[in-house]
Each structure stands twice: as C-alpha cells, then as structure tokens.
C-alpha cells in the first residue's frame, strides 16, 4: 500500500520511488535523485533520473501519514535483524533492506490488479498517468506538472497529455464565457475612468 500510494500521489516512476531514501524527505518534500535499475549483466544498482536531473517535490499530507506507518514497520524489521540489516535508509527495501528489482515490484502489482480484475492495460504505470490527467484537469498548470514529473522539458508532457490540455481549453472558453457575460451587464458611457 505505501509503495502505490505514494507512486499515485507524486507521479513518480517505479524506479525514483525504489531509490527513495528517509533522508530523502525533509520538511514534506522529496527529493528525486537517483533510480533503481536491474540488468542480467549488473543486477541491481542505481544511477540518476531519467533526465539526470535532482527535483524536489511535495508529497501530500495523505501519502506521508501512510509513510510514516510504514516507517513504524520497517523499524521493527531493522530490530529483528539487528546488525545484518543492509546499510542505506530505503523507504521500499526487501526485509533485509536490501533494494528491490523494480521488475519484481511491476510483477507483483500487475498481478495484484488482475486479481482485482482491473481493465486489461492497466499497469504500475498506469498511476503516474492518473496523477497526471487528474492534476492537469484541476487546472494546475503544465510548466507545474511537468516539473513534478521530471520530463527534460514541457514539450514532452504537452505531447503525452495534449488531450487533457484540449480538455482545459474547453474550460478556459467557458470561463472567458463567464467574464464576458459578467462584464456586460456593465453600464455604458463615457463615465468617470472608462477607457473608449
């Protein structure tokens, strides 16, 4: 549960989210810098974000309460295992602490889904999409969202969301819609500061 809500609430990509450290999160706000990758020629390691770019966003209040639960948890598998925890502060680690292959993490929720019988397509990946569209459609702007995402650039998020952002333009005619039919119940005249 703290691995998904947190993946829906920053939008983050599977492998920022297993890289995560505590230390990472300070004062409310996480700092991506780095991801965990597994290849058949090096196993587990990490390297830097996709664009290879830090950023440092909010987590909502919701996704650290239930954090903060986890943490609870973790601690007191850290005490069972005494000196043979793993070094390293990550959120999401096996019972070791050791990182987790973000293949096993996709598998697993996959078939989690299907047990819920969730559409067909439905994916780990599919909650970065969600955070996104539903952001995007409550109006917080695209240089904003695209940020949080760590796309290289605005273009990138504007090509993936276009429909969403169609989705806004409809809203921004009505609101011109709105402010013009206000503003012409204005009197007329040459009165005191109007502008001809």
Request: proline residues 4%; charged residues 25%; aromatic residues 6%.
């Amino acid at each position: 549960r703290p691995f998904l809500e947190l993946a829906a609430a920053t939008g983050c990509r599977r492998g920022e989210l297993l890289a995560l450290r505590w230390s990472d999160i300070v004062d409310g706000r996480a700092t991506i810098a780095r991801s965990v990758v597994y290849t058949k020629a090096q196993g587990i390691f990490f390297k830097g974000t996709k664009t290879d770019k830090p950023r440092t966003i909010k987590v909502p209040a919701s996704a650290l309460a239930v954090l903060e639960a986890h943490r609870r948890k973790q601690s007191a598998i850290r005490a069972l295992y005494e000196g043979d925890y793993r070094a390293g502060d990550l959120i999401f680690a096996a019972t070791d602490g050791a990182p987790i292959n973000p293949d096993t993490v996709s598998g697993e929720i996959y078939k989690m889904f299907r047990r819920l019988k969730l559409p067909t397509g439905i994916s780990l990946h599919s909650l970065r999409h969600t955070h996104t569209s539903e952001l995007l459609a409550d109006g917080v702007p695209l240089t904003v969202v695209s940020a949080r995402l760590g796309h290289t650039s605005i273009r990138t998020t504007q090509e993936i969301y276009a429909h969403m952002i169609h989705g806004q333009d409809d809203d921004a005619a009505d609101r011109w819609e709105e402010y013009h039919n206000r503003n012409k119940q204005a009197p007329t005249g040459t009165e005191k500061g109007q502008v001809q």
